[in-house]
């Protein structure tokens, strides 16, 4: 069942999900193009899809706990080192599944989230938006920043290039609070960059073992109105 309201996540205490299970959390930026969204719901809730994953969504559009701690503050978005405000209240887009924030200001560039949360594929993609509202053209930095559940230990168990180092040729990467195989109490998770043939590719990344973070940064040119 696809759950959002609040009466419904009462429900939730107590229940454990399967501690071998795998998320995944991918990134897209968008410039200069407009959200459209209709029906309003209050932020701060929790959707549960329908494979049992969890997704407590703050009013920032970052990840609480997520399923099974595997996040201490997910997907954490900073523009220019500054964070993406909270806000009471999101529109909704297709047919519920996906929640549109903001805008946000920041100098002359507006920010919108969009966080769409799969109902049967376990996975959560966030769409950053960038509306350069100025006469002249603008870089910014988009820095998305995950603190993980695991804390202190966390290693790269896979990354798209083949090896356990995470660089920004990555564009894609497996975070495990135990090696490759083994058992662990916080689940796997699959940042996703980038795509294939992307148009824009990661600045700079962080994080590793004995980190429980992982951060990873664009420099976005926004073009004038």
Request: with cysteine; charged share 20%; glycine share 12%.
């Amino acid at each position: 069942m696809w759950r959002t309201d609040r009466a419904r996540r009462s429900r939730l205490g107590g229940v454990a999900w399967a501690v071998t299970a795998t998320l995944t959390v991918c990134t897209a930026l968008l410039v200069g193009v407009r959200a459209e969204a209709q029906e309003t719901v209050d932020i701060g809730l929790t959707v549960v899809d329908d494979l049992g994953f969890e997704w407590d969504m703050w009013p920032s559009g970052a990840i609480g706990d997520g399923t099974d701690d595997a996040y201490d503050g997910g997907h954490q978005l900073h523009i220019d080192g500054e964070s993406f405000p909270t806000f009471p209240t999101a529109t909704v887009e297709l047919d519920g599944a996906q929640f549109v924030i903001g805008p946000a200001t920041f100098g002359d560039i507006e920010v919108v989230r969009k966080v769409f949360i799969s109902r049967d594929g376990a996975f959560a993609r966030w769409i950053e938006i960038l509306t350069n509202t100025s006469q002249i053209d603008q870089t910014v930095t988009v820095e998305i920043y995950t603190n993980l559940g695991s804390d202190d230990y966390e290693e790269f168990t896979e990354t798209s290039t083949g090896d356990a180092a995470f660089t920004a040729e990555d564009t894609w990467v497996v975070t495990d609070d135990t090696p490759l195989g083994g058992t662990g109490d916080d689940p796997t998770v699959v940042h996703v960059l980038a795509g294939p043939g992307g148009r824009l590719p990661v600045a700079r990344v962080y994080g590793g073992l004995e980190w429980g973070e992982i951060g990873y940064e664009y420099d976005v040119s926004v073009p004038a109105l």
